[in-house]
């Protein structure tokens, strides 16, 4: 497969399907290429017990609700995968998988992007695949001596694999508090984490954060951070029910069989859980960004300011209040195709 076109989309989860839905509006000619099998993006990659922050009333695409789900207030992963797959069918999206983006090269007026099944050639690029393939551990000593077994979020799916064991939980953002919550109820387990948990109010979920984040990016209030840095869903009210959100500072360092902090004391573990967040997913752009070191990229807007041919979609706060949320992804796409097209016109 090969081709060329106005603008080629790298990824097709939920960031590369907004901007998808905007570039059929606009009637530019456009492929999003997805290294997935089947529609869902990193939802279809979540832990059993995964929840979404929002309502599905406040998690929407662009042109079409998420509907919601019997029996629960917070849709879960599955759900999510099934908007998603019925969301790109309803509106025939130009979705092509699996095709893994090798490298984004410039090639004159154009932008050259190689994959394991052709090369496409475009006006512009829109690169929107996330984090989740991106996992980052933490360079905490003795990680290669412990003998136990050591898996990041991405590798956790439910406690039942669990049972039994000592577990270390390292991490105080959402998904160290819901994992914490599942292992909680058939380990030995104990939570580490940087600085004291923050835990926000019971009535703030995603549309809220959503709406402090936008406020915060017109300058009219302070941001997300201000409210803490774990949502309280369902699975998290209860283990606080059950008195288990409790956590100790940071370890130090790993041992053989176990753990051991600062003040040299030592706790024996099975397990450790690295709940420690993601980078963005650029190494294909690495011809494009030559300063980028498995972090952040300049952008203004979404735009990089390296290569303005390249736009950046649905990383974090960095390319767009809430951009890596179903309601954030929709309205930076928005921008995002609007510039594209004001500079094709132009």
Same mark, same amino acid.
């Given at each position: 497969m090969s081709g060329s076109c106005e603008v080629v989309v790298v990824g097709g989860g939920q960031a590369g399907l907004a901007a998808g839905y905007y570039l059929r509006r606009a009637g530019l000619d456009h492929v999003i290429l997805d290294a997935q099998s089947q529609p869902g993006g990193a939802w279809r990659h979540g832990w059993d017990s995964l929840r979404l922050f929002s309502p599905a009333l406040y998690s929407p695409l662009p042109g079409w609700g998420m509907p919601g789900q019997d029996g629960e207030d917070f849709p879960s992963a599955g759900h999510v995968v099934d908007y998603l797959r019925a969301y790109e069918q309803r509106y025939d999206l130009a979705v092509r998988r699996p095709v893994r983006v090798r490298e984004v090269r410039p090639t004159g007026a154009h932008l050259q992007v190689q994959t394991n099944a052709g090369v496409w050639s475009a006006r512009y690029v829109i690169s929107a695949t996330g984090t989740w393939q991106c996992p980052y551990l933490p360079d905490v000593p003795g990680r290669e001596e412990f003998t136990g077994r050591q898996l990041h979020t991405v590798d956790y799916a439910s406690p039942a694999e669990f049972?039994? !064991? #000592?577990? @270390?939980?390292?991490? /105080?953002?959402? *998904?160290?508090? !819901?994992?914490? &919550? =599942?292992? *909680? !109820? %058939?380990?030995?387990? $104990?939570? @580490? $984490? #940087? #600085?004291?948990?923050?835990?926000?109010? =019971? =009535? %703030?979920? /995603? #549309?809220?954060?959503? =709406?402090? &984040?936008?406020?915060? &990016? *017109?300058?009219? /209030? /302070?941001?997300?951070?201000e409210l803490g840095d774990i949502v309280m869903v369902p699975s998290v009210r209860d283990a606080r029910e059950r008195g288990v959100l409790h956590a100790r500072p940071m370890i130090a360092r790993l041992s053989a069989h176990g753990v051991c902090w600062a003040d040299g004391s030592e706790q024996p573990c099975d397990a450790v859980i690295w709940c420690t967040g993601f980078r963005p997913d650029l190494a294909h752009l690495a011809p494009l960004l030559p300063g980028w070191r498995h972090g952040t990229a300049p952008t203004d807007g979404t735009r990089s300011t390296e290569e303005p041919r390249l736009y950046l979609l649905g990383y974090g706060d960095w390319t767009g209040s809430a951009s890596a949320t179903l309601v954030g992804a929709g309205r930076t796409a928005k921008a995002t195709v609007a510039d594209i097209s004001a500079r094709l016109a132009g």
């Open positions: 049972r039994g !064991q #000592r577990v @270390v939980i390292v991490g /105080g953002g959402n *998904s160290g508090a !819901q994992i914490l &919550a =599942d292992v *909680s !109820q %058939v380990a030995e387990f $104990t939570w @580490v $984490t #940087r #600085r004291p948990p923050r835990f926000m109010p =019971d =009535d %703030v979920d /995603g #549309r809220v954060l959503f =709406d402090v &984040a936008a406020r915060k &990016a *017109s300058g009219a /209030g /302070g941001g997300v951070s």
